[in-house]
């Protein structure tokens, strides 16, 4: 094997690896067998030809007593809000100085994959000061996904007027699969991502139209559902619904050309995807995946096609854990321009897809050598990537 290819392979010095035009078109960044024998819907879905950086980069740690970070949002100034999932939100600055946990988050239910999840800011913050962020919410016995606003204070160590202005109903009793990250789109509405709650009898809800679990939400910044929804009117439907048939979105972001919205989401073993996100498409879960249970049989009718279902643009198998997503948007290494980078948690890697006319052309893998549960990442105003970590660590990713 070509010493280029070996060092991706592993992760080590990936990004001082030369770059070896033949080894981009005949290898993966993959070298682990998958779980099943599915094939993919069309060449290039999954496994694609590696790419390396050939700029020289280097991931620098900020802080490492950040605790149990999960979302990362950058303020005009280029300091940062994180959330950690146990209830605190706090600001960072771009040197790793971290701030007090800031007064007014609502209770979270914490337990499990539960807590204080993705966080999104007004465009007007300047002015505002604005945030929105999601979290799962104690409801009677169960919990649930829920979308809280509020203003933060003029000496920022509070938030003021905070409301939940949204919840995924319904309510279950579980610690799994919430889903959780929110956006504020360019129409002026907020976009969020649930999941089914990972148990088989919640599972189907992906499906269902009358469930908010599994989907993509759009609301207005007041919580109600967005005009031009493609459910509104639909008899059993919900106004909010956005797409349906997901299973746990952790990633949700727009691109910077074309503004589409693309995700990425969890298999169980295997089926990782990233979706091109479209209003009313239905993304197949739990009918139609790439994956096999945890306990290695079929899901369903172990099916990977069916009319009316949408293929994801990629997916892996064996599983990455895909989370927080971003498309950089920098200009310090010009190369990335556009490309989608995500924060994988089991692979212990931030992996870069490069993408052209909706398709992934090349896939590589970065810091795979740090052994950290990457849990989401971002743009900073400087041309560089922020990236948190489950262990506590915030990154910047950028030119050396």
Not at 68 to 78: A, E, N, Q, S
Not at 180 to 204: A, C, H, I
Not at 344 to 368: D, F, P, Q, Y
Request: hydrophobic residues 35%.
């Amino acid at each position: 094997m070509n010493k280029a290819i070996l060092i991706l392979a592993t992760g080590v010095a990936l990004a001082v690896a030369p770059y070896n035009s033949i080894a981009q078109k005949t290898a993966s960044v993959e070298t682990k067998d998958p779980n099943s024998d599915y094939k993919p819907a069309f060449q290039g879905q999954t496994r694609i030809g590696a790419v390396v950086t050939k700029t020289a980069y280097e991931g620098k740690v900020l802080t490492d007593k950040l605790n149990r970070p999960w979302g990362i949002v950058t303020l005009p100034d280029g300091r940062f809000i994180i959330t950690e999932i146990g209830g605190t939100m706090r600001i960072v600055t771009a040197s790793g100085k971290i701030g007090e946990p800031i007064k007014g988050v609502p209770k979270v239910d914490a337990k499990g994959q539960g807590g204080l999840l993705g966080i999104c800011i007004d465009p007007n913050y300047s002015n505002n000061k604005m945030i929105y962020w999601a979290f799962s919410e104690p409801v009677g016995e169960g919990n649930l996904t829920s979308v809280a606003k509020g203003k933060l204070s003029s000496d920022e160590k509070s938030l003021e007027n905070v409301a939940v202005i949204y919840q995924a109903k319904p309510s279950y009793k579980g610690a799994a699969h919430f889903g959780g990250r929110v956006l504020y789109g360019k129409d002026g509405n907020l976009y969020l991502s649930t999941g089914e709650r990972s148990d088989k009898e919640t599972r189907p809800q992906a499906q269902h139209l009358n469930s908010g679990l599994g989907k993509v939400i759009r609301i207005t910044t007041d919580g109600k559902p967005a005009a031009g929804n493609p459910f509104i009117g639909k008899e059993n439907a919900r106004p909010e619904l956005y797409s349906y048939g997901h299973r746990n979105v952790q990633g949700i972001a727009f691109h910077p050309v074309t503004g589409d919205l693309w995700d990425a989401e969890f298999g169980p073993r295997g089926g990782d995807e990233i979706n091109r996100v479209e209003p009313g498409k239905n993304y197949g879960w739990p009918i139609i995946t790439y994956a096999i249970e945890y306990g290695g049989g079929k899901i369903g009718d172990g099916i990977q096609q069916k009319e009316g279902m949408e293929q994801p643009v990629y997916y892996w198998d064996p599983v990455i854990s895909p989370s927080g997503i971003t498309f950089y948007t920098g200009k310090e290494i010009t190369e990335w321009q556009n490309n989608l980078f995500i924060a994988s948690l089991s692979g212990m890697h931030i992996c870069r897809l490069v993408i052209e006319n909706n398709k992934v052309t090349g896939e590589e893998r970065l810091l795979a050598g740090e052994n950290q549960r990457f849990r989401d990442i971002t743009n900073g105003n400087d041309g560089a990537l922020y990236a948190v970590t489950d262990q506590g660590k915030l990154y910047r990713i950028g030119k050396k």
